[in-house]
């Protein structure tokens, strides 16, 4: 059953997989969308792949871009990393139907991650009817360095263009694999969900995607956007008071794992925990490859934005994936982590001290009240993860023609694999502990009954969403109706053992993180 598939730039030949539920599949691992973006390319914009001569065998998966390995840390990847798995259930015929398309974004804090299938494989997802691309893109100073001089040409943002460059090239090719272009839908979790509202809100991404699915992630997280310094960078590699231009020159002649070396020397340094914030999207200036000009929250309250139906949510235990982190870096206590400002947004005015006292007294009436002081993660949770989101979809609520589905995600079962791995005594869904519901992962343990329904309804939701653009359409046999948001009234799925709706999640401490923003003068106008 081999199929051997022509796109735009060249033959492609694959090979086959089986569904969890025994259906066969096509498989075709790591096309490559773009030109290997290394020499004078690297740090710039993508530019599209050029067309090969002859078959191209895709039935490997050897080029993730340059990083640490999530499960070995060992570094590992080249600049040469550009592509995409498809994964189909037949090759166009003209007795086929094109499918519903689901495009996926890896998360990894934009430092690392990749579409392995040992992490992401598509068997879960392949029982339903549709077309599954997965796709890296450049991570970490190979992905998100920014400089402000526009002569350099290295504004910012290259693995975002990425991601958008492989949207297009589904536009192009997505049909030659029984995939409808007029029917994609973006997802991602992690960094891969604010990857998603970033391509929402980009001005370049209009037509390339119809619907979003938007998990533990968002623009608004302290992670998601980068404030990395270039000076701060040139005086840690011993060149201070070197201009930008050389300081390019010295990275451009480092090899790319030479680059890693000194991007993880410089975070550790700032005693990063898990590697987050500093290095992420930026806010471009005006330039011929801009990817956004605009601060987030304002695009998104100017509802000037990719119009399309969107789910989006958080796990309710987000925070408990820095148990995880302490575990992995031998016990190593978080408690650091909890400076304020490592909690705040990144525009934040950190030199005011006053202001930051007034943000850590409203912070600490709460997290370190009675009832939470022994619960470090729930602050980190809700800092790192779910405040983000929810004030992204109260104020996309106030302009959004389309519908809005959130949720909040309480599974908690032997397919938590976060939590399984690392702190079993601990209550509720970790961050990251949803993708195995979705994804069959290498470390995916033994499951019964009650594991295989609660993946079966999530894959219903999600795929239903991608086929319809409603997660419980009228004949399905999910026996409850997903409501949209209404206004302010902020409905919700509970995902857990039975599906619930509810209103309103967090409240309280949304309540709190709304008192943060109105205090921050760069931040009020979140609250508007």
């Known amino acids: 059953m081999v199929a051997t598939v022509k796109v735009e730039e060249g033959l492609v030949e694959g090979t ?16 490559p969308y773009g030109k290997a973006p290394k020499g004078n390319l690297r740090f710039k914009a993508p530019q599209p792949v050029e067309p090969w001569q002859g078959v191209l065998h895709v039935n490997h998966e050897e080029n993730c871009c340059v990083q640490l390995d999530m499960l070995t840390y060992k570094l590992c990847g ?95 090719n997505i049909k030659y694999f029984n995939g409808d272009p ?25 037509g390339l995607f119809h619907r979003a699915i938007i998990q533990s992630g968002s623009t608004l997280n302290p992670w998601a956007r980068g404030c990395l310094d270039p000076a701060d960078l040139a005086n840690f590699i011993g060149k201070p008071n070197i201009s930008e231009k050389e300081l390019l020159k010295i990275l451009e002649e480092k090899c790319a794992h030479d680059l890693y070396h000194i991007q993880r020397d410089y975070i550790k340094a700032k005693d990063i925990v898990g590697d ?58 978080i408690s650091h982590q909890l400076h304020t400002e490592r909690l705040l947004p990144t525009e934040t005015d950190f030199s005011d001290t006053d202001l930051i006292k007034k943000l850590t007294k409203i912070l600490d009436s709460y997290y370190k009240n009675e009832k939470n002081i022994n619960d470090p993660y729930l602050l980190l949770g809700d800092s790192y993860f779910i405040a983000g989101v929810l004030t992204s979809v109260k104020n996309q609520a106030k302009v ?41 992962t290498s470390q995916n343990p033994d499951v019964g009954d009650a594991e295989r329904n609660a993946q079966q309804k999530c894959i219903a939701l999600w795929t239903n969403f991608a086929k319809y653009g409603n997660p419980t359409p009228k004949g399905c046999d999910l026996g409850i109706e997903w409501k949209p948001i209404e206004g302010e009234k902020l409905n919700y799925l509970n995902i857990g053992e039975e599906l619930k709706m509810e209103v309103n999640p967090e409240e309280e401490r949304m309540q709190v993180w709304e008192q943060v923003y109105k205090a921050n003068p760069k931040t009020a106008f979140y609250c508007n």
């Open 16 to 31: 086959t997989r089986t569904s969890t539920n025994g259906i066969p599949f096509h498989s075709f691992t790591c096309i």
């Open 78 to 172: 080249s600049e040469d990393c550009l592509s995409l798995h498809v994964f189909t259930r037949k090759i166009p015929s003209e007795e086929n139907k094109l499918k519903p398309v689901m495009v996926y974004i890896h998360g990894g804090g934009f430092m690392m991650g990749n579409h392995s299938t040992s992490v992401y494989g598509p068997e879960h997802l392949m029982m339903e009817d549709i077309v599954l691309v997965s796709v890296t893109y450049r991570v970490g100073i190979l992905g998100f360095l920014s400089l402000s001089d526009p002569s350099l040409d290295v504004p910012g943002n290259a693995g975002l263009k990425d991601q958008a460059l492989a949207l297009r090239w589904v536009q192009r």
């Open 182 to 206: 007029n029917n994609v839908t973006l997802f991602g979790e992690s960094a891969g969900g604010a990857s998603v509202e970033y391509q929402l809100l980009s001005p370049t991404t209009k």
């Open 276 to 333: 987050f914030g500093i290095i992420s999207p930026v806010v471009e200036k005006p330039n011929p490859t801009a990817f956004l000009t605009k601060d987030p929250m304002k695009v998104i309250q100017s509802g000037e934005y990719n119009a399309v139906p969107v789910i989006i949510g958080f796990c309710d235990y987000e925070g408990g994936i820095f148990s995880a982190f302490e575990k992995m870096n031998g016990d190593r206590d």
């Open 400 to 440: 959004s023609r389309c519908p809005i589905y959130l949720y909040k995600f309480t599974l908690d079962t032997k397919l938590n694999t976060f939590k399984g791995n690392f702190a079993t005594d601990m209550r509720g869904a970790f961050h990251g502990d949803d993708i195995a519901y979705f994804f069959k």
